[in-house]
Protein backbone atom coordinates (compact mmCIF):
# COMPACT_ATOMS: atom_id res chain seq x y z
CA UNK A 1 0.00 0.00 0.00
CA UNK A 2 1.43 3.55 -1.23
CA UNK A 3 2.05 6.22 1.65
CA UNK A 4 0.81 9.10 0.37
CA UNK A 5 2.26 11.03 3.31
CA UNK A 6 3.67 13.95 2.87
CA UNK A 7 7.40 14.03 2.73
CA UNK A 8 10.20 16.70 3.78
CA UNK A 9 13.75 16.29 2.56
CA UNK A 10 16.40 18.42 3.90
CA UNK A 11 20.11 19.36 5.32
CA UNK A 12 21.10 21.65 8.19
CA UNK A 13 24.75 23.83 7.15
CA UNK A 14 25.62 25.69 9.11
CA UNK A 15 29.94 26.59 10.15
CA UNK A 16 31.75 24.50 12.97
CA UNK A 17 30.95 24.98 15.98
CA UNK A 18 27.87 26.77 14.66
CA UNK A 19 25.64 23.98 16.62
CA UNK A 20 24.07 21.78 13.66
CA UNK A 21 24.67 18.42 15.51
CA UNK A 22 22.88 19.56 18.32
CA UNK A 23 19.96 21.12 16.34
CA UNK A 24 20.11 17.35 14.39
CA UNK A 25 19.94 15.81 18.01
CA UNK A 26 16.74 18.70 19.52
CA UNK A 27 15.25 18.05 15.87
CA UNK A 28 14.66 13.86 16.64
CA UNK A 29 13.81 14.88 20.43
CA UNK A 30 11.15 17.01 19.37
CA UNK A 31 10.12 14.39 17.16
CA UNK A 32 10.06 11.80 19.72
CA UNK A 33 12.75 9.97 17.59
CA UNK A 34 14.88 9.56 21.50
CA UNK A 35 14.35 10.44 24.52
CA UNK A 36 16.89 12.61 25.35
CA UNK A 37 20.03 14.55 23.25
CA UNK A 38 23.42 14.48 23.58
CA UNK A 39 25.52 16.91 22.94
CA UNK A 40 28.67 15.71 20.64
CA UNK A 41 31.36 15.52 23.03
CA UNK A 42 29.35 13.34 25.02
CA UNK A 43 29.59 15.90 28.37
CA UNK A 44 27.80 15.63 31.61
CA UNK A 45 26.74 11.96 31.18
CA UNK A 46 25.10 13.10 27.64
CA UNK A 47 25.31 10.28 25.02
CA UNK A 48 27.13 11.24 21.47
CA UNK A 49 24.77 12.22 18.86
CA UNK A 50 22.99 9.58 16.75
CA UNK A 51 24.15 11.31 13.42
CA UNK A 52 28.14 11.51 14.65
CA UNK A 53 29.23 7.98 14.49
CA UNK A 54 32.64 8.55 13.80
CA UNK A 55 35.12 7.89 16.44
CA UNK A 56 36.87 11.11 14.80
CA UNK A 57 33.47 12.97 14.78
CA UNK A 58 33.30 12.13 18.90
CA UNK A 59 36.97 12.89 19.91
CA UNK A 60 36.66 16.55 17.86
CA UNK A 61 33.34 17.15 18.13
CA UNK A 62 32.59 17.72 14.50
CA UNK A 63 30.31 15.88 11.22
CA UNK A 64 32.39 14.22 8.80
CA UNK A 65 30.43 11.39 7.30
CA UNK A 66 27.02 12.58 6.60
CA UNK A 67 23.78 10.91 7.77
CA UNK A 68 20.56 10.39 7.06
CA UNK A 69 17.49 10.45 9.92
CA UNK A 70 14.14 9.79 8.58
CA UNK A 71 10.97 10.47 11.21
CA UNK A 72 7.24 11.21 11.89
CA UNK A 73 5.83 14.47 12.89
CA UNK A 74 2.31 15.30 12.59
CA UNK A 75 1.15 14.00 9.65
CA UNK A 76 4.33 14.11 7.65
CA UNK A 77 7.76 12.08 7.00
CA UNK A 78 10.64 14.02 7.84
CA UNK A 79 13.96 12.98 6.14
CA UNK A 80 16.97 15.14 7.67
CA UNK A 81 20.32 14.54 5.76
CA UNK A 82 23.11 15.41 8.19
CA UNK A 83 26.09 17.28 6.59
CA UNK A 84 30.16 17.46 7.27
CA UNK A 85 30.24 20.75 8.94
CA UNK A 86 34.28 20.89 8.69
CA UNK A 87 35.49 22.79 5.44
CA UNK A 88 37.17 19.98 4.58
CA UNK A 89 34.89 17.90 3.63
CA UNK A 90 32.88 20.64 1.50
CA UNK A 91 32.56 18.00 -1.33
CA UNK A 92 30.47 15.33 0.44
CA UNK A 93 28.03 18.97 1.55
CA UNK A 94 27.60 19.24 -1.61
CA UNK A 95 26.44 15.68 -2.76
CA UNK A 96 24.04 15.69 0.79
CA UNK A 97 22.77 19.11 -0.93
CA UNK A 98 22.07 17.42 -4.26
CA UNK A 99 19.69 15.08 -2.34
CA UNK A 100 17.61 17.73 -0.51
CA UNK A 101 14.80 20.09 -1.66
CA UNK A 102 15.29 22.83 1.24
CA UNK A 103 17.74 23.90 3.64
CA UNK A 104 18.16 25.23 7.02
CA UNK A 105 20.85 27.85 7.31
CA UNK A 106 22.13 27.64 10.61
CA UNK A 107 23.58 31.44 11.86
CA UNK A 108 25.27 31.82 15.25
CA UNK A 109 23.87 34.27 17.14
CA UNK A 110 27.12 35.71 18.75
CA UNK A 111 29.26 35.83 15.29
CA UNK A 112 27.26 36.08 11.78
CA UNK A 113 27.39 34.50 8.92
CA UNK A 114 31.22 33.18 8.78
CA UNK A 115 33.01 31.45 5.91
CA UNK A 116 31.97 28.46 6.03
CA UNK A 117 28.11 29.33 6.30
CA UNK A 118 28.87 31.90 3.23
CA UNK A 119 30.20 29.21 0.93
CA UNK A 120 27.67 26.59 1.73
CA UNK A 121 24.81 28.73 0.94
CA UNK A 122 26.45 30.17 -2.54
CA UNK A 123 25.87 25.94 -3.05
CA UNK A 124 21.96 25.93 -2.02
CA UNK A 125 21.73 28.80 -4.47
CA UNK A 126 23.63 27.20 -7.43
CA UNK A 127 21.43 24.21 -6.94
CA UNK A 128 18.15 26.37 -6.28
CA UNK A 129 17.31 24.94 -3.01
CA UNK A 130 15.37 27.60 -0.82
CA UNK A 131 16.61 28.15 3.07
CA UNK A 132 15.58 28.26 6.08
CA UNK A 133 17.64 30.58 8.49
CA UNK A 134 17.97 29.64 12.14
CA UNK A 135 19.50 32.47 14.10
CA UNK A 136 20.79 30.13 17.21
CA UNK A 137 22.81 30.09 20.39
CA UNK A 138 20.43 32.85 21.47
CA UNK A 139 20.61 31.40 24.99
CA UNK A 140 24.14 33.62 24.60
CA UNK A 141 25.16 37.17 24.24
CA UNK A 142 25.83 38.15 20.68
CA UNK A 143 25.18 40.44 18.03
CA UNK A 144 21.88 42.26 17.80
CA UNK A 145 18.34 41.15 16.31
CA UNK A 146 18.19 43.50 13.45
CA UNK A 147 22.36 43.67 13.48
CA UNK A 148 21.97 39.98 12.04
CA UNK A 149 19.01 40.91 9.91
CA UNK A 150 21.12 43.55 8.04
CA UNK A 151 23.87 41.13 7.48
CA UNK A 152 22.18 38.00 5.88
CA UNK A 153 20.94 40.76 3.35
CA UNK A 154 24.24 42.11 2.84
CA UNK A 155 25.79 39.30 2.28
CA UNK A 156 23.95 36.60 0.59
CA UNK A 157 21.49 39.11 -0.64
CA UNK A 158 18.19 37.56 0.28
CA UNK A 159 15.46 39.44 1.97
CA UNK A 160 15.17 38.00 5.54
CA UNK A 161 11.51 37.94 6.31
CA UNK A 162 11.30 36.48 10.20
CA UNK A 163 8.51 34.34 11.25
CA UNK A 164 9.54 34.92 14.95
CA UNK A 165 10.77 37.70 16.48
CA UNK A 166 12.89 37.49 20.15
CA UNK A 167 11.47 38.39 23.11
CA UNK A 168 15.00 39.28 25.40
CA UNK A 169 17.92 40.70 23.75
CA UNK A 170 21.01 37.80 22.58
CA UNK A 171 22.00 35.82 26.01
CA UNK A 172 18.52 36.94 27.80
CA UNK A 173 16.04 34.59 25.77
CA UNK A 174 12.59 34.29 27.50
CA UNK A 175 11.13 33.56 24.50
CA UNK A 176 9.35 34.49 20.97
CA UNK A 177 6.90 36.65 19.14
CA UNK A 178 5.06 34.95 16.61
CA UNK A 179 4.80 37.14 13.62
CA UNK A 180 1.73 35.56 12.35
CA UNK A 181 -0.26 35.25 15.28
CA UNK A 182 0.88 37.94 17.35
CA UNK A 183 1.69 35.66 20.39
CA UNK A 184 4.17 35.33 22.76
CA UNK A 185 5.52 32.01 23.12
CA UNK A 186 7.41 31.78 26.37
CA UNK A 187 10.35 29.22 26.81
CA UNK A 188 11.21 27.70 29.76
CA UNK A 189 14.15 25.52 30.61
CA UNK A 190 15.33 22.46 31.32
CA UNK A 191 18.33 20.92 33.17
CA UNK A 192 21.13 20.80 30.15
CA UNK A 193 18.33 21.08 26.98
CA UNK A 194 18.10 17.46 27.24
CA UNK A 195 14.39 17.30 27.40
CA UNK A 196 11.81 19.61 25.20
CA UNK A 197 11.65 22.72 26.50
CA UNK A 198 7.49 23.75 28.08
CA UNK A 199 6.75 26.25 26.34
CA UNK A 200 3.27 28.35 26.77
CA UNK A 201 1.75 30.21 24.17
CA UNK A 202 -0.36 33.58 25.44
CA UNK A 203 -1.77 36.45 23.78
CA UNK A 204 -0.13 39.90 24.01
CA UNK A 205 -2.62 40.63 26.92
CA UNK A 206 -1.41 37.81 29.10
CA UNK A 207 2.65 38.88 29.13
CA UNK A 208 3.64 39.36 32.83
CA UNK A 209 4.99 42.06 34.56
CA UNK A 210 8.71 40.40 34.54
CA UNK A 211 8.36 40.26 30.68
CA UNK A 212 6.38 43.30 29.84
CA UNK A 213 9.27 45.52 28.43
CA UNK A 214 11.45 43.13 26.75
CA UNK A 215 7.97 42.16 25.28
CA UNK A 216 7.07 45.49 24.12
CA UNK A 217 10.48 45.77 22.38
CA UNK A 218 9.98 43.00 20.09
CA UNK A 219 6.98 44.46 19.06
CA UNK A 220 8.58 47.74 18.41
CA UNK A 221 10.69 45.89 16.31
CA UNK A 222 8.42 43.79 14.42
CA UNK A 223 6.32 46.61 13.61
CA UNK A 224 9.27 48.47 11.92
CA UNK A 225 9.92 45.14 9.98
CA UNK A 226 6.26 44.90 9.24
CA UNK A 227 6.65 48.80 7.42
CA UNK A 228 10.09 47.70 6.25
CA UNK A 229 8.01 44.85 3.73
CA UNK A 230 9.73 41.86 5.56
CA UNK A 231 6.69 39.89 6.00
CA UNK A 232 7.00 35.71 4.57
CA UNK A 233 5.53 35.68 1.17
CA UNK A 234 5.80 32.11 -0.06
CA UNK A 235 6.53 32.80 -3.73
CA UNK A 236 9.65 34.16 -3.42
CA UNK A 237 10.84 32.15 -0.83
CA UNK A 238 10.22 29.16 -3.34
CA UNK A 239 12.09 31.60 -5.87
CA UNK A 240 15.16 31.67 -3.79
CA UNK A 241 14.48 35.79 -3.04
CA UNK A 242 13.92 35.48 0.37
CA UNK A 243 14.51 33.58 3.82
CA UNK A 244 12.13 32.94 6.25
CA UNK A 245 14.31 33.55 10.04
CA UNK A 246 13.49 32.12 13.42
CA UNK A 247 15.33 32.43 16.47
CA UNK A 248 15.79 29.46 18.78
CA UNK A 249 18.74 27.75 20.99
CA UNK A 250 19.21 24.27 20.31
CA UNK A 251 21.36 23.48 23.29
CA UNK A 252 18.65 24.66 25.27
CA UNK A 253 15.32 23.07 22.77
CA UNK A 254 14.04 26.42 22.60
CA UNK A 255 12.25 27.32 19.16
CA UNK A 256 12.89 23.88 17.60
CA UNK A 257 9.15 22.72 17.62
CA UNK A 258 8.60 25.98 15.69
CA UNK A 259 11.47 24.67 12.88
CA UNK A 260 9.48 21.72 12.95
CA UNK A 261 6.22 23.66 12.04
CA UNK A 262 7.86 25.55 9.53
CA UNK A 263 9.58 23.18 7.66
CA UNK A 264 5.98 21.20 7.42
CA UNK A 265 4.55 24.21 6.47
CA UNK A 266 6.75 26.26 4.01
CA UNK A 267 9.36 23.83 2.83
CA UNK A 268 8.86 22.32 -1.07
CA UNK A 269 7.61 18.72 -1.34
CA UNK A 270 9.13 16.09 -3.82
CA UNK A 271 9.31 17.67 -6.69
CA UNK A 272 9.74 16.44 -11.04
CA UNK A 273 13.81 16.22 -11.71
CA UNK A 274 14.80 16.37 -15.09
CA UNK A 275 17.52 13.91 -16.19
CA UNK A 276 20.62 14.91 -18.46
CA UNK A 277 18.75 14.20 -21.72
CA UNK A 278 16.01 17.09 -20.97
CA UNK A 279 13.30 14.40 -20.07
CA UNK A 280 11.54 14.84 -16.97
CA UNK A 281 10.90 12.04 -14.23
CA UNK A 282 7.35 13.00 -12.46
CA UNK A 283 6.84 11.97 -8.39
CA UNK A 284 4.15 9.91 -9.68
CA UNK A 285 6.17 8.13 -12.50
CA UNK A 286 8.11 4.86 -11.92
CA UNK A 287 10.92 4.10 -9.97
CA UNK A 288 13.92 6.10 -10.05
CA UNK A 289 16.73 7.30 -7.58
CA UNK A 290 20.57 8.97 -7.45
CA UNK A 291 23.16 7.81 -5.03
CA UNK A 292 24.83 10.68 -3.71
CA UNK A 293 26.85 8.66 -0.75
CA UNK A 294 28.35 5.73 -0.23
CA UNK A 295 29.52 4.56 3.21
CA UNK A 296 31.59 1.39 4.67
CA UNK A 297 32.67 1.01 8.11
CA UNK A 298 29.66 1.32 9.76
CA UNK A 299 29.91 -1.55 11.44
CA UNK A 300 32.83 -3.16 12.96
CA UNK A 301 32.46 -6.18 12.80
CA UNK A 302 30.93 -6.92 9.44
CA UNK A 303 33.01 -5.61 5.90
CA UNK A 304 29.47 -3.66 5.23
CA UNK A 305 28.87 -0.84 1.94
CA UNK A 306 26.28 1.33 2.21
CA UNK A 307 25.13 3.17 -0.99
CA UNK A 308 22.63 6.18 0.28
CA UNK A 309 20.03 6.47 -2.69
CA UNK A 310 17.61 9.65 -2.97
CA UNK A 311 14.09 8.08 -4.06
CA UNK A 312 13.10 10.80 -7.04
CA UNK A 313 9.92 8.83 -8.10
CA UNK A 314 7.47 5.92 -7.90
CA UNK A 315 7.72 3.49 -5.08
CA UNK A 316 10.40 1.30 -4.20
CA UNK A 317 10.18 -1.77 -3.03
CA UNK A 318 12.89 -3.81 -1.31
CA UNK A 319 13.69 -7.07 -4.00
CA UNK A 320 12.79 -4.92 -7.00
CA UNK A 321 14.77 -5.28 -10.39
CA UNK A 322 16.06 -1.64 -11.08
CA UNK A 323 18.26 -1.13 -14.37
CA UNK A 324 22.04 0.64 -13.24
CA UNK A 325 22.04 3.40 -15.76
CA UNK A 326 25.79 3.86 -15.70
CA UNK A 327 26.19 -0.19 -17.38
CA UNK A 328 22.69 -0.81 -18.11
CA UNK A 329 22.64 -3.92 -16.46
CA UNK A 330 19.72 -4.98 -13.86
CA UNK A 331 20.59 -5.80 -10.42
CA UNK A 332 18.17 -6.57 -6.84
CA UNK A 333 17.84 -4.72 -4.26
CA UNK A 334 17.51 -7.59 -1.91
CA UNK A 335 18.61 -5.43 1.18
CA UNK A 336 17.38 -2.01 1.34
CA UNK A 337 17.42 -0.33 5.05
CA UNK A 338 16.52 2.89 6.69
CA UNK A 339 19.09 4.59 8.16
CA UNK A 340 19.16 6.59 11.26
CA UNK A 341 22.74 7.76 11.94
CA UNK A 342 24.46 4.65 12.28
CA UNK A 343 21.44 2.23 12.78
CA UNK A 344 19.74 0.39 9.99
CA UNK A 345 16.61 -1.22 9.66
CA UNK A 346 14.77 -3.33 7.08
CA UNK A 347 12.56 -1.21 4.89
CA UNK A 348 9.90 -3.03 2.44
CA UNK A 349 9.07 0.66 0.53
CA UNK A 350 10.29 3.82 0.03
CA UNK A 351 8.93 7.01 -1.52
CA UNK A 352 9.65 10.19 -3.24
CA UNK A 353 12.11 12.39 -0.95
CA UNK A 354 12.89 9.43 0.99
CA UNK A 355 16.77 7.86 1.80
CA UNK A 356 17.37 4.72 1.34
CA UNK A 357 20.52 2.54 1.93
CA UNK A 358 21.51 -0.36 -0.28
CA UNK A 359 23.73 -3.09 0.89
CA UNK A 360 26.42 -4.09 -0.91
CA UNK A 361 25.27 -2.86 -3.93
CA UNK A 362 28.97 -3.43 -5.07
CA UNK A 363 28.27 -1.64 -8.60
CA UNK A 364 26.95 1.56 -6.99
CA UNK A 365 28.79 4.79 -7.19
CA UNK A 366 28.25 8.34 -5.94
CA UNK A 367 26.14 10.29 -8.37
CA UNK A 368 24.54 7.14 -10.88
CA UNK A 369 21.45 6.48 -11.32
CA UNK A 370 19.17 3.42 -11.09
CA UNK A 371 15.51 3.28 -12.56
CA UNK A 372 12.55 0.89 -13.48
CA UNK A 373 10.77 1.22 -16.86
CA UNK A 374 11.90 4.43 -19.31
CA UNK A 375 15.78 4.79 -19.30
CA UNK A 376 16.46 8.37 -17.02
CA UNK A 377 20.07 9.02 -15.94
CA UNK A 378 20.08 11.91 -13.63
CA UNK A 379 22.77 15.12 -13.86
CA UNK A 380 26.33 13.61 -12.12
CA UNK A 381 27.31 15.18 -8.83
CA UNK A 382 30.83 17.05 -10.19
CA UNK A 383 33.60 16.61 -8.18
CA UNK A 384 35.43 19.74 -6.21
CA UNK A 385 39.08 20.90 -7.53
CA UNK A 386 41.71 19.32 -4.93
CA UNK A 387 44.11 21.53 -3.60
CA UNK A 388 46.26 19.23 -1.33
CA UNK A 389 48.10 16.12 -2.37
CA UNK A 390 50.44 13.04 -1.11
CA UNK A 391 51.38 9.63 -2.26
CA UNK A 392 49.96 6.95 -0.38
CA UNK A 393 52.18 3.86 0.30
CA UNK A 394 51.36 0.59 2.26
CA UNK A 395 53.35 0.40 5.91
CA UNK A 396 54.02 -2.95 5.59
CA UNK A 397 54.28 -4.66 2.26
CA UNK A 398 53.13 -7.82 3.18
CA UNK A 399 49.48 -5.91 3.77
CA UNK A 400 49.62 -4.86 0.13
CA UNK A 401 46.02 -6.69 -0.75
CA UNK A 402 44.61 -4.77 2.17
CA UNK A 403 45.98 -1.68 0.92
CA UNK A 404 44.86 -2.37 -2.79
CA UNK A 405 41.43 -3.07 -1.41
CA UNK A 406 41.41 -0.34 0.96
CA UNK A 407 42.19 2.45 -1.16
CA UNK A 408 39.94 1.56 -3.98
CA UNK A 409 36.89 1.09 -1.07
CA UNK A 410 37.66 4.62 -0.79
CA UNK A 411 38.04 5.77 -3.86
CA UNK A 412 34.58 4.42 -4.69
CA UNK A 413 33.60 6.24 -1.65
CA UNK A 414 34.93 9.84 -2.90
CA UNK A 415 36.52 10.16 0.87
CA UNK A 416 39.17 11.43 -1.86
CA UNK A 417 40.29 11.54 -5.09
CA UNK A 418 42.36 8.56 -6.12
CA UNK A 419 44.61 9.10 -9.17
CA UNK A 420 46.97 7.05 -10.82
CA UNK A 421 50.15 6.91 -13.40
CA UNK A 422 51.68 4.14 -15.56
CA UNK A 423 54.88 6.03 -13.77
CA UNK A 424 53.86 5.68 -10.16
CA UNK A 425 52.19 2.17 -10.83
CA UNK A 426 49.22 1.08 -8.35
CA UNK A 427 51.98 0.88 -4.96
CA UNK A 428 51.91 4.62 -4.53
CA UNK A 429 48.71 6.04 -5.87
CA UNK A 430 48.03 9.85 -5.10
CA UNK A 431 45.73 10.71 -2.61
CA UNK A 432 43.83 14.61 -3.83
CA UNK A 433 41.89 15.83 -1.02
CA UNK A 434 39.87 19.98 -0.96
CA UNK A 435 41.26 19.85 2.72
CA UNK A 436 44.11 18.08 4.26
CA UNK A 437 41.48 16.59 7.30
CA UNK A 438 40.04 14.30 4.59
CA UNK A 439 44.09 12.66 4.68
CA UNK A 440 43.58 11.52 8.24
CA UNK A 441 40.03 9.57 7.67
CA UNK A 442 41.83 7.70 4.73
CA UNK A 443 44.67 7.25 7.58
CA UNK A 444 42.27 6.26 10.36
CA UNK A 445 40.24 3.86 8.04
CA UNK A 446 43.04 2.19 6.44
CA UNK A 447 44.32 1.49 9.51
CA UNK A 448 41.34 0.05 11.93
CA UNK A 449 38.92 -0.70 8.94
CA UNK A 450 41.46 -2.67 6.64
CA UNK A 451 43.86 -3.25 8.82
CA UNK A 452 46.78 -1.75 6.68
CA UNK A 453 48.36 1.20 7.94
CA UNK A 454 49.84 3.98 5.14
CA UNK A 455 52.28 6.38 4.87
CA UNK A 456 51.75 9.57 3.26
CA UNK A 457 54.20 11.79 1.59
CA UNK A 458 53.52 15.66 0.89
CA UNK A 459 53.63 16.48 -2.69
CA UNK A 460 54.40 20.06 -3.83
CA UNK A 461 51.28 20.46 -6.12
CA UNK A 462 48.78 22.83 -5.19
CA UNK A 463 46.28 23.26 -8.56
CA UNK A 464 44.45 20.54 -10.57
CA UNK A 465 43.23 21.52 -14.57
CA UNK A 466 40.99 19.02 -16.14
CA UNK A 467 42.45 17.79 -19.57
CA UNK A 468 42.19 15.02 -22.05
CA UNK A 469 44.43 12.45 -23.10
CA UNK A 470 46.00 14.69 -26.30
CA UNK A 471 46.73 17.29 -23.17
CA UNK A 472 48.27 14.21 -21.22
CA UNK A 473 50.45 13.22 -24.21
CA UNK A 474 51.40 16.57 -25.18
CA UNK A 475 52.19 17.99 -21.25
CA UNK A 476 54.56 14.89 -20.41
CA UNK A 477 57.82 16.08 -19.78
CA UNK A 478 56.76 19.53 -19.42
CA UNK A 479 58.46 21.30 -16.35
CA UNK A 480 56.22 22.03 -13.32
CA UNK A 481 53.87 19.63 -14.29
CA UNK A 482 52.49 16.07 -13.67
CA UNK A 483 49.24 14.76 -15.04
CA UNK A 484 47.55 11.78 -13.26
CA UNK A 485 44.45 9.60 -14.46
CA UNK A 486 41.41 9.77 -12.13
CA UNK A 487 39.45 6.52 -11.66
CA UNK A 488 36.35 8.30 -13.73
CA UNK A 489 38.66 8.15 -16.40
CA UNK A 490 39.37 12.39 -15.84
CA UNK A 491 42.27 13.25 -16.35
CA UNK A 492 44.17 15.83 -14.01
CA UNK A 493 46.76 17.96 -15.00
CA UNK A 494 48.80 19.08 -11.33
CA UNK A 495 50.81 22.07 -10.87
CA UNK A 496 52.58 23.68 -8.58
CA UNK A 497 51.06 27.08 -8.01
CA UNK A 498 48.73 29.04 -10.29
CA UNK A 499 51.16 30.54 -12.00
CA UNK A 500 52.66 27.54 -13.34
CA UNK A 501 49.18 26.55 -14.11
CA UNK A 502 48.48 29.40 -16.45
CA UNK A 503 51.84 30.06 -17.82
CA UNK A 504 51.17 27.01 -19.57
CA UNK A 505 47.78 27.24 -20.37
CA UNK A 506 48.85 30.43 -22.11
CA UNK A 507 51.59 29.31 -23.89
CA UNK A 508 49.48 26.03 -25.31
CA UNK A 509 46.54 27.10 -26.20
CA UNK A 510 45.90 24.04 -27.89
CA UNK A 511 45.95 22.08 -24.85
CA UNK A 512 42.62 21.29 -22.84
CA UNK A 513 43.23 22.97 -19.48
CA UNK A 514 40.20 23.62 -17.55
CA UNK A 515 38.99 24.62 -13.79
CA UNK A 516 36.96 22.84 -11.63
CA UNK A 517 34.51 23.76 -9.32
CA UNK A 518 36.34 25.25 -6.46
CA UNK A 519 35.26 23.72 -3.38
CA UNK A 520 37.86 25.76 -1.15
CA UNK A 521 36.60 29.30 -2.46
Same mark, same amino acid.
Request: hydrophobic share 40%; with cysteine; glycine share 8%.
Given at each position: ????? !????????????? &??????????????????????? @??? &???????? #???????????????????????????? %???????????????????? =??? %???????? @????????????????? +????????? #? =??? @???????????????????? !????? %???????????????????????????????????? !???????? =???? #???????????????????? $?????????????????? /? *????????????????????????????????? *???????????? /???????????????????? @?? +?????????????????????? $??????????????????????????????????????????? !????????????????? *?????????? $????????????????????????????????????????? +?????? =????????????????????????? $????????????????? /?????? /??????????????
Amino acid at each position: MSDTR !PRRTFAVISHPDA &GKSTLTEALALHARVITEAGAVH @GKG &GRRATVSD #WMEMEKARGISITSAALQFEYGDHVVNL %VDTPGHSDFSEDTYRVLSAV =DSA %VMLVDAGK @GLEPQTLKLFKVCALRG +IPVITVINK #W =DRP @GLSALELMDLIEKQIKLRPT !PLTWP %VGEAGDFRGVLDRRTGEFVKYTRTAGGATRAPERRM !PASEVDAD =DQQV #WEVAVEEHELLTLDDADHDQ $ERFLAGETTPVMFASALQ /N *FGVAQLLELLLDLAPAPGPTEGVDGSVRQVDDE *FSAFVFKVQSGM /NASHRDRLAYARVVSGTFER @GM +IVTHAATGRPFATKYAQAVFGR $ELTSIDEAFPGDIIGLVNAQALRVGDTMYVGDAIEYPPVPSFA !PEHFMTATAADISRYKQ *FRKGIDQIDQ $EGVVQVLRSDLRGDQSPVLAAVGPMQFEVVQERMTNEFNSP +IRLSRL =DYQVARRTNAEGATALAGMRGVEVL $ERSDGTHLALFVDNWRA /NVTARD /NPEILLEALPAGGA
